[in-house]
């Protein structure tokens, strides 16, 4: 089937989101972008890879995370120059861009993608959150972790998504209003999430 939609997907930390994200695009036969983004603005921008992962996702708000990761941002660099994180959220924000032009209907896995695409109006934005149970189960797992591990890293991790999510865009990450569909993946299981968004995105 023909789709010309974008689909940006945030997600909690172990909610299965990027599960979600990369069994939708190959049900709708699009391309899907997660880490992927990460190699393709690096090849563009001329930036190192190794700094778009650094500063993926991550806080910027952190005067110590600044410090230790980019120190132009106080005032050390050139004059008038962007702030390292600036430039690397730069790049990937027109990776986005230059991608969503090009493909016209792909999945994108987080990195402020809604934000970036905001004026596009064949775009879909969802969210996908999880019981903190469920949650812990898949990263325990996933990682060979204790459950206490796992929730330490469930916070942190989602912490860092948020923080990154609300300095560089006008919303909140994860509260509804900013997406058009929120969907709790334990009540529904992985697979009827994607159904789901799949009769959303063909049939409205």
Known sequence: MAC?????????FGSGGREVGQKLAEKLGIPFYDKELLKIAARDSG????????????????FLYTLVMDPYSLGFGTSGELPLNHKVFLAAF???????EKDGSCVFVGRCADYALRDYSNIVNAFIYADIDDRIKRIAQ????????AKDL???EDKSRASYY??????RWGE??????????????IDNCVDMLYDAVTKY
């Not at 890879?49 to 708000?61: G, I, Q, R, S």
């Not at 209003?177 to 009540?187: R, T």
């Open 4 to 12: 010309n939609k974008i689909i940006t997907i945030g997600r909690q």
């Open 47 to 62: 930036i190192c890879e190794e700094l778009f992962e650094n500063f993926d996702e991550k806080p910027t708000n952190s």
């Open 94 to 100: 027109d990776t986005i861009k230059s991608i969503a």
């Open 142 to 149: 996933k990682y060979e972790l204790t459950d206490a591990k």
């Open 154 to 156: 469930i916070r942190k």
């Open 166 to 171: 609300n300095y560089y865009t006008s919303k």
């Open 176 to 189: 509804m209003k900013g997406y058009d569909i929120c969907l709790n993946s334990s009540q529904f299981g």
